[in-house]
């Protein structure tokens, strides 16, 4: 069984940074694609960050280009979201996500594993 652990969350003021991490444990998931997502009370969950198997393709939710970057660290078998320059509107519970496949993409139905969210407060 593979479980899907985040952390890094916190409490962070407009501006600040934090940086998100993801383990998978049962398995290394050096071959899957992984996602970011995030979701508040009353809305969907969406689409926040993804990264293919090998890190060669990323893709980001608009909002967040040029604040947010995912990479993974390949050796350590963490995948990390770096979260700069936080809005009060980034403010959300934060999910990984991981594929069986090795390609990451914006829906949820792509992943089959995932964690059980880190919250991230930013405020004004």
């Known amino acids: 069984q593979v479980q899907v652990t985040e952390s890094g969350g916190g409490l962070v003021q407009a501006g600040d940074s934090l940086r998100l991490s993801c383990v998978a444990s049962g398995r290394t998931f050096s071959n899957n694609g992984v996602g970011w997502f995030r979701q508040v009370p009353g809305k969907e969950r969406e689409f926040v960050a993804g990264?293919?198997?090998?890190?060669?393709?990323?893709d980001y939710l608009e909002s967040v280009k040029g604040r947010f970057t995912i990479n993974r660290d390949r050796i350590s078998h963490i995948v990390y979201l770096q979260m700069n320059n936080l809005k009060p509107e980034d403010t959300a519970v934060y999910y990984c996500a991981v594929n069986r496949r090795a390609t990451a993409g914006t829906a949820m139905s792509t992943y089959q594993y995932w964690g059980q969210g880190t919250q991230v407060t930013v405020s004004s």
């Open positions: 990264i293919s198997w090998n890190g060669g393709t990323t």
